[in-house]
């Protein structure tokens, strides 16, 4: 499989030119010229023509208000599909000339081609709002994008976390618990990471200590977590759910100013404190794993643990320390489910969500700022398959619900590229 | 991860514990005869499995203890009335297992024999695409592959069986064979999207399967909203009810759930005995497994392997999903794979990958499930705890150091009490400061 990419080690004094290049791969180009082409023939050609999609912008308390737009949904449809086509072309030329193309433009074409969707959607419906749209995507990005850098975090320092989907649930639970004791979200708010930390400290004992397959321990440790929540969901919080497990919603804080500008401001700017925390946690993990001496060690722990050592890194107390903090992060993603979300815990709540965290950490490659990006994107189909179930849709809500499945199992089969994990991840290291 | 894919005694080969002599033994000053059998079983990986299974049930029981209104109240006064507590304790937890256990296996408290014994049935029944299912996962294990997507394999084997069982009308043993190997391929298909995947272009095949997981939920959400697969005149998710023809007999007459279908797991474990430790195609499984690299070097494709080895996981899990729609619910609704494919991770798991142990995993399993049905009715302890046992207990036998040292065992290979006396003995002699360095290795 990789014969391609690999070279002979002892040649260093060969000439460049010598080097033979890697065969072109024209996965990409292909995968956008064909969802062009399925963009353009559905959305565009197919339907009768005729009827209008109108977009909604503003909210009641922006600077100034924007007219909702309204255009030819088959129009629009056809401009959207061609501009996607003509990215296609681009990313054929720049493949044939081995150049890279930037990961802007599979983000612009993937908005061409929603908008291509959501004009053919909405067309002769009630108004899309955009707004609205945009802004529950990021609301139920949270918990994704949490789990997704708690998946960074631990798989950089070498510790593969599949159980981020435990994680959400212990932070869901302890949150929702204290937040009620308390009648303070903010207490909850507190309490979540505690609860992720602790399932991911049972994490790191079995695979750092007793060298257990962490994919084992992950899986394990889920459906103890599961188990345990539920439990005392049943026992405890149902016997008395006026003390345990009273709603407690967390306010959403305005920015001031900030928050008045139309579509940003309330997209951005409009939201509870957590989501105001992730901003914080995705900027700082991103300068730091890449920029500080604290990330340069837990990227070598995971790349090559042996080599960390011999220069004195602490190899397994590196893992420990980062696997906990990553615990953290994911528990405090948990706290989405109940405190953010205004709910009451319930059984099971987190439905999978660990999972597609996981799913976005590929797809962004391991990097803080890319989670958020596939985060989003997962977020945003979510949203979307909500907001067009109101506006009424064509398409049954269970193929939407699976669609960004499908889109990731199409990315880590190498559509995106080829995604490399750290090169340790899952092996223990022992001296 | 491919060479770590067990738990790190699971390769050892299920013997029984009398029958391989540790190496120790080979040493000049031989222990008497008792001693080593008793080393010997205290050393054995089953001793362990028990073991785990016991301190996974403590530590249930405590959960069970901390949940339950009187014992909490007895805790309020526990220093003035002590005993009040324990046998609040002891109430509530012996009441709890003792209702499992007669949920389980035999009701003793049943007017006759058939009543009596009709748990255990029943635990057979629930266990059954939990054997299939987990036999499949089993294999992938051993060659290395960590196929978490028996839960979407059992969904399709259910499509499949179902849409042949109820669409069609055929001779009833041909029909019921028909739908039994449409189910084999529909999970065959599914498990192997996976396989291609990893072959191809190497997406790791648990990303890869927990999506497929999701995706066929949805699939079977939506399949039941057409029309050809909802009952007619209903607006409910749920298919028309499947022939008489296509359902497995039942085993033991009317009064029992119990269906064909077990027996038909018992013969795919002995199927995966067979394949696993006697053909050439289980042989390069287990080489892929142990070292994919020296596999291919020896001129086994592992890319080959790797469709192969998912093909034959789905097409058991999909079976799996016919004793479900064929067997047990005669129907197919949305929630025809409960949580067996999640539940048989932990069951291939705790049978360490071996044919024999799935089953036994399968019918303890199998057991806590019927069982807790029952707990849940008789004293209120919610079937949840199952799940946390079930859990606590994989994690206990996947780290057997952990469990060793709970229970002050042995370490396997490592050096016996009088031998360690004797090096410290000699240690001493040499009036060495450092440990000795069979304890270090111990």
Same mark, same amino acid.
């Given at each position: 499989?990789?014969?391609?990419?690999?070279?002979?080690?002892?040649?260093?004094?060969?000439?460049?030119?010598?080097?033979?290049?890697?065969?072109?791969?024209?996965?990409?180009?292909?995968?956008?010229?064909?969802?062009?082409?399925?963009?353009?023939?559905?959305?565009?050609?197919?339907?009768?023509?005729?009827?209008?999609?109108?977009?909604?912008?503003?909210?009641?308390?922006?600077?100034?208000?924007?007219?909702?737009?309204?255009?030819?949904?088959?129009?629009?449809?056809?401009?959207?599909?061609?501009?996607?086509?003509?990215?296609?072309?681009?990313?054929?030329?720049?493949?044939?000339?081995?150049?890279?193309?930037?990961?802007?433009?599979?983000?612009?074409?993937?908005?061409?081609?929603?908008?291509?969707?959501?004009?053919?959607?909405?067309?002769?419906?009630?108004?899309?709002?955009?707004?609205?749209?945009?802004?529950?995507?990021?609301?139920?990005?949270?918990?994704?994008?949490?789990?997704?850098?708690?998946?960074?975090?631990?798989?950089?320092?070498?510790?593969?976390?599949?159980?981020?989907?435990?994680?959400?649930?212990?932070?869901?639970?302890?949150?929702?618990?204290?937040?009620? &004791?308390?009648?303070?979200? +903010?207490?909850?708010?507190?309490?979540?990471?505690?609860?992720?930390?602790?399932?991911?400290?049972?994490?790191?004992? %079995?695979?750092?200590?007793?060298?257990?397959?962490?994919?084992?321990?992950?899986?394990?440790?889920?459906?103890?977590?599961?188990?345990?929540?539920? +439990?005392?969901?049943?026992?405890?919080?149902?016997?008395?759910?006026?003390?345990?497990?009273?709603?407690?919603?967390?306010?959403?804080?305005?920015?001031?100013?900030?928050? =008045?500008?139309?579509?940003?401001?309330?997209?951005?700017?409009?939201?509870?404190?957590?989501?105001?925390?992730?901003?914080?946690?995705?900027?700082?993990?991103?300068?730091?794993?890449?920029?500080?001496?604290?990330?340069?060690?837990?990227?070598?722990?995971?790349?090559?643990?042996?080599?960390?050592?011999?220069?004195?890194?602490?190899?397994?107390?590196?893992?420990?320390?980062?696997?906990?903090?990553?615990?953290?992060?994911?528990?405090?993603?948990?706290?989405?489910?109940?405190?953010?979300?205004?709910?009451?815990?319930?059984?099971?709540?987190?439905?999978?969500?660990?999972?597609?965290?996981?799913?976005?950490?590929?797809?962004?490659?391991?990097?803080?700022?890319?989670?958020?990006?596939?985060?989003?994107?997962?977020?945003?189909?979510?949203?979307?398959?909500?907001?067009?179930?109101?506006?009424?849709?064509?398409?049954?809500?269970?193929?939407?619900?699976?669609?960004?499945?499908?889109?990731?199992?199409?990315?880590?089969?190498?559509?995106?590229?080829?995604?490399?994990?750290?090169?340790?991840?899952?092996?223990?290291?022992?001296? | 991860?491919?060479?770590?894919?067990?738990?790190?005694?699971?390769?050892?080969?299920?013997?029984?514990?009398?029958?391989?002599?540790?190496?120790?033994?080979?040493?000049?000053?031989?222990?008497?005869?008792?001693?080593?059998?008793?080393?010997?079983?205290?050393?054995?990986?089953?001793?362990?499995?028990?073991?785990?299974?016991?301190?996974?049930?403590?530590?249930?029981?405590?959960?069970?203890?901390?949940?339950?209104?009187?014992?909490?109240?007895?805790?309020?006064?526990?220093?003035?009335?002590?005993?009040?507590?324990?046998?609040?304790?002891?109430?509530?937890?012996?009441?709890?297992?003792?209702?499992?256990?007669?949920?389980?296996?035999?009701?003793?408290?049943?007017?006759?024999? =058939?009543?009596?014994?009709?748990?255990?049935?029943?635990?057979?029944?629930?266990?059954?695409?939990?054997?299939?299912?987990?036999?499949?996962?089993?294999?992938?294990?051993?060659?290395?592959?960590?196929?978490?997507?028996?839960?979407?394999?059992?969904?399709?084997?259910?499509?499949?069986?179902?849409?042949?069982?109820?669409?069609?009308?055929?001779?009833?043993?041909?029909?019921?064979?028909?739908?039994?190997?449409?189910?084999?391929?529909?999970?065959?298909?599914?498990?192997?999207?996976?396989?291609?995947?990893?072959?191809?272009?190497?997406?790791?095949?648990?990303?890869?399967?927990?999506?497929?997981?999701?995706?066929?939920?949805?699939?079977?959400?939506?399949?039941?909203?057409?029309?050809?697969?909802?009952?007619?005149?209903?607006?409910?998710?749920?298919?028309?009810?499947?022939?008489?023809?296509?359902? %497995?007999?039942?085993?033991?007459?009317?009064?029992?759930?119990?269906?064909?279908? %077990?027996?038909?797991? &018992?013969?795919?474990?002995?199927?995966?005995?067979?394949?696993?430790?006697?053909?050439?195609?289980?042989?390069?499984?287990?080489?892929?497994?142990?070292?994919?690299?020296?596999?291919?070097?020896?001129?086994?494709?592992?890319?080959?392997?790797?469709?192969?080895?998912?093909?034959?996981?789905?097409?058991?899990?999909?079976?799996?999903?016919?004793?479900?729609?064929?067997?047990?619910?005669?129907?197919?609704?949305?929630?025809?794979?409960?949580?067996?494919?999640?539940?048989?991770?932990?069951?291939?798991?705790?049978?360490?990958?071996?044919?024999?142990?799935?089953?036994?995993?399968?019918?303890?399993?199998?057991?806590?499930?019927?069982?807790?049905?029952?707990?849940?009715?008789?004293?209120?302890?919610?079937?949840?705890?199952?799940?946390?046992?079930?859990?606590?207990?994989? &994690?206990?036998?996947?780290?057997?150091?952990?469990?060793?040292?709970?229970?002050?065992?042995?370490?396997?290979?490592?050096?016996?009490?009088?031998?360690?006396?004797?090096?410290?003995?000699?240690?001493?002699?040499?009036?060495?400061?450092?440990?000795?360095?069979?304890?270090?290795?111990?």
């Amino acid at each position: 499989m990789s014969t391609a990419t690999t070279t002979a080690p002892a040649a260093p004094a060969a000439p460049r030119a010598a080097k033979p290049l890697p065969p072109i791969s024209w996965r990409a180009p292909i995968a956008y010229a064909v969802i062009g082409l399925l963009s353009l023939v559905f959305f565009a050609l197919l339907p009768a023509g005729g009827q209008q999609t109108t977009f909604r912008l503003s909210t009641a308390n922006d600077f100034f208000q924007i007219e909702p737009i309204t255009v030819s949904s088959t129009g629009a449809a056809l401009f959207l599909s061609i501009l996607a086509l003509l990215l296609a072309g681009l990313s054929f030329w720049a493949a044939r000339d081995r150049r890279k193309v930037g990961i802007w433009l599979p983000i612009v074409f993937g908005v061409l081609v929603v908008f291509a969707f959501l004009s053919w959607a909405g067309a002769g419906k009630a108004a899309i709002p955009l707004t609205g749209l945009l802004q529950g995507s990021l609301f139920l990005a949270v918990p994704l994008v949490f789990g997704a850098l708690s998946g960074v975090l631990c798989e950089r320092v070498g510790i593969i976390n599949i159980a981020i989907e435990g994680q959400l649930l212990a932070g869901a639970f302890l949150a929702a618990v204290v937040a009620s &004791l308390t009648s303070s979200a +903010y207490a909850g708010l507190v309490a979540a990471p505690i609860a992720g930390a602790l399932v991911g400290v049972l994490l790191v004992i %079995f695979s750092v200590k007793y060298w257990v397959n962490q994919i084992i321990v992950g899986v394990v440790l889920n459906v103890l977590v599961v188990g345990v929540t539920s +439990y005392l969901y049943s026992t405890v919080l149902t016997e008395d759910p006026g003390t345990w497990n009273t709603r407690t919603p967390l306010p959403v804080l305005e920015i001031p100013v900030l928050s =008045q500008i139309p579509v940003v401001g309330p997209v951005l700017f409009r939201q509870t404190l957590l989501v105001y925390i992730m901003y914080v946690v995705v900027a700082l993990l991103q300068v730091f794993l890449f920029r500080s001496r604290w990330g340069l060690r837990l990227r070598a722990v995971g790349e090559h643990p042996k080599a960390a050592d011999t220069v004195g890194i602490k190899v397994n107390a590196t893992r420990v320390r980062n696997t906990i903090l990553g615990g953290a992060v994911a528990g405090l993603g948990g706290a989405f489910f109940t405190v953010a979300a205004g709910l009451a815990f319930g059984k099971e709540m987190t439905g999978g969500k660990g999972f597609i965290a996981l799913a976005a950490m590929i797809l962004g490659r391991w990097n803080p700022v890319g989670a958020l990006v596939a985060a989003l994107l997962f977020g945003f189909s979510d949203n979307l398959q909500t907001v067009l179930g109101i506006v009424g849709t064509p398409i049954p809500s269970q193929i939407m619900l699976m669609t960004p499945y499908v889109v990731t199992i199409f990315a880590v089969a190498g559509l995106v590229g080829r995604v490399r994990p750290p090169a340790a991840e899952g092996i223990p290291y022992v001296k | 991860m491919t060479q770590q894919a067990m738990p790190d005694d699971a390769g050892t080969p299920v013997v029984p514990p009398t029958a391989a002599p540790p190496s120790h033994t080979e040493q000049a000053t031989e222990p008497p005869a008792g001693q080593t059998i008793l080393r010997q079983m205290l050393e054995s990986s089953w001793l362990v499995s028990l073991l785990a299974i016991v301190a996974a049930l403590v530590l249930g029981g405590v959960l069970i203890a901390a949940a339950d209104p009187e014992v909490q109240q007895a805790a309020t006064y526990l220093f003035a009335r002590p005993s009040d507590f324990f046998e609040a304790v002891w109430s509530a937890v012996f009441g709890a297992y003792s209702a499992l256990f007669q949920g389980a296996v035999v009701n003793f408290s049943a007017p006759d024999l =058939q009543r009596a014994l009709r748990p255990l049935t029943e635990t057979m029944t629930v266990s059954t695409p939990l054997i299939l299912a987990g036999l499949g996962l089993g294999i992938g294990f051993r060659a290395g592959l960590f196929n978490i997507g028996a839960q979407g394999q059992i969904i399709l084997g259910g499509i499949f069986a179902g849409f042949i069982g109820f669409t069609f009308s055929l001779p009833p043993g041909l029909h019921l064979l028909l739908a039994v190997l449409g189910a084999a391929l529909g999970g065959a298909i599914w498990a192997s999207i996976a396989g291609v995947l990893k072959a191809r272009t190497g997406a790791h095949e648990v990303i890869v399967t927990i999506m497929l997981n999701n995706i066929a939920v949805y699939l079977v959400a939506y399949l039941l909203t057409t029309t050809a697969f909802q009952r007619p005149g209903s607006s409910n998710p749920i298919s028309p009810p499947i022939p008489g023809s296509a359902t %497995f007999p039942l085993v033991l007459g009317q009064g029992f759930r119990l269906h064909l279908g %077990f027996l038909l797991a &018992l013969l795919a474990a002995v199927g995966v005995w067979w394949l696993m430790e006697r053909s050439t195609l289980g042989f390069r499984f287990r080489a892929v497994g142990e070292n994919p690299h020296a596999a291919r070097t020896a001129g086994i494709s592992v890319a080959w392997v790797t469709v192969w080895v998912m093909a034959i996981a789905g097409a058991l899990a999909g079976l799996g999903g016919a004793a479900q729609v064929l067997g047990t619910e005669k129907v197919l609704t949305a929630g025809v794979a409960a949580s067996f494919g999640f539940d048989a991770i932990t069951v291939a798991l705790l049978g360490r990958s071996r044919p024999l142990g799935t089953v036994l995993a399968g019918l303890l399993f199998g057991a806590l499930r019927a069982g807790g049905f029952a707990m849940q009715a008789r004293t209120g302890t919610p079937i949840d705890i199952v799940l946390v046992v079930q859990s606590l207990i994989v &994690l206990f036998i996947a780290a057997p150091p952990l469990v060793r040292a709970i229970f002050r065992l042995p370490t396997p290979g490592g050096p016996t009490r009088a031998e360690r006396h004797a090096a410290r003995r000699r240690a001493r002699a040499t009036s060495s400061t450092t440990p000795t360095t069979q304890e270090a290795g111990a």
